[in-house]
């Protein structure tokens, strides 16, 4: 071999090196500032491993779903022994739930909420009751979004829009209730997808028909009519619950 042509060869090798560096420190992340134009960044929790993200929640998280309904039911019946049980169980699974899941996007809020909903209850109040509830399952939902082959907070989504439902019927409160069904009948359109499964394809076909049915009552003011379909859309919303807790 020549003098040039290794010489050549060399220098090939210089470049290409220098530019496998180059494109390696470019791969690297700088260090998070300290500071930015208006003030101290928020600090950001890092992702979890790919493979935990796409990890089954803990049945506890749907458990939680199912007390809220114990929870909520008191709350408007003004039944509160029922609700001061419900709360203890709904206290019992969150702590047992947050030691699986560890510091999630969702907790935090979750954890306030259901302090709240402790005072609020042992005060028996009734709508500051079922507004913690509902912000505690919203954090609860939050945390579900993590977990992206699960549909949980898709479930925990549709519950809180029936109970939402659910609360100003009682209260006879139309106006309200017209709004909050056409939130209930957006929120199930959006879940349903996440929802279709062969075992529950059924089920979900059933819901569908409920929530195009009792917004047709709601529009009517019929309360009678509204009453049995959310009898109907909180037993298929159980099944549905229960079918993904127990895969």
Same mark, same amino acid.
């Given at each position: 071999?020549?003098?040039?042509? *290794? /010489? +050549?060869?060399?220098?090939?090798?210089?470049?290409?090196? *220098?530019?496998?560096?180059?494109?390696?420190?470019?791969?690297?992340?700088?260090?998070?500032?300290? @500071?930015?134009?208006?003030?101290? &960044?928020?600090?950001?929790? /890092?992702? &979890? &491993?790919?493979?935990?993200?796409?990890?089954? &929640? =803990?049945?506890?998280?749907?458990?939680?779903?199912?007390?809220?309904?114990?929870?909520?039911?008191?709350?408007?019946?003004?039944?509160?022994?029922?609700?001061?049980?419900?709360?203890?169980?709904?206290?019992?699974?969150?702590?047992?739930?947050?030691?699986?899941?560890?510091?999630?996007? $969702?907790?935090?809020?979750?954890?306030?909420?259901?302090?709240?909903?402790? @005072?609020?209850?042992?005060?028996?109040?009734?709508?500051?009751?079922?507004?913690n509830l509902t912000k505690f399952m919203? $954090?609860?939902? !939050?945390?579900?979004?993590?977990?992206?082959?699960?549909?949980?907070?898709? @479930?925990? $989504?549709? $519950?809180?829009?029936?109970?939402?439902? *659910?609360?100003?019927?009682?209260?006879?409160?139309? +106006?309200?209730?017209?709004?909050? %069904?056409?939130?209930?009948?957006?929120?199930?359109?959006?879940?349903? =997808?996440? %929802?279709? *499964?062969?075992?529950?394809?059924?089920?979900?076909?059933?819901? +569908?028909?409920?929530?195009?049915?009792?917004?047709?009552?709601?529009?009517? !003011?019929?309360?009678?009519?509204?009453?049995? +379909?959310?009898?109907?859309?909180?037993?298929?919303?159980?099944? @549905?619950?229960?079918?993904?807790?127990?895969?």
């Amino acid at each position: 071999m020549s003098y040039f042509k *290794s /010489a +050549h060869i060399g220098i090939g090798m210089m470049i290409s090196c *220098s530019l496998l560096l180059n494109g390696c420190s470019m791969l690297i992340s700088a260090n998070k500032p300290e @500071i930015g134009p208006a003030g101290t &960044p928020v600090a950001t929790k /890092a992702n &979890p &491993p790919f493979i935990q993200r796409f990890m089954s &929640p =803990p049945v506890e998280l749907y458990d939680l779903e199912a007390t809220a309904g114990v929870i909520f039911e008191g709350i408007i019946k003004n039944n509160w022994s029922q609700v001061e049980s419900g709360l203890k169980n709904l206290s019992t699974l969150w702590s047992q739930a947050k030691n699986l899941i560890g510091d999630k996007k $969702g907790v935090k809020a979750a954890d306030e909420a259901i302090e709240k909903l402790t @005072i609020t209850v042992s005060e028996k109040k009734n709508i500051d009751s079922y507004e913690n509830l509902t912000k505690f399952m919203a $954090g609860i939902g !939050e945390i579900g979004k993590s977990y992206k082959l699960s549909p949980l907070s898709d @479930i925990i $989504g549709v $519950g809180n829009s029936i109970r939402t439902v *659910s609360f100003y019927v009682a209260n006879n409160d139309w +106006h309200s209730t017209t709004a909050k %069904m056409k939130e209930l009948d957006n929120t199930w359109g959006q879940a349903k =997808p996440s %929802m279709e *499964s062969v075992g529950i394809f059924g089920r979900i076909t059933t819901t +569908h028909s409920i929530v195009k049915q009792m917004k047709d009552a709601v529009d009517a !003011e019929n309360k009678g009519s509204v009453e049995e +379909h959310l009898a109907n859309i909180n037993e298929s919303m159980g099944y @549905i619950r229960d079918y993904y807790r127990n895969k």
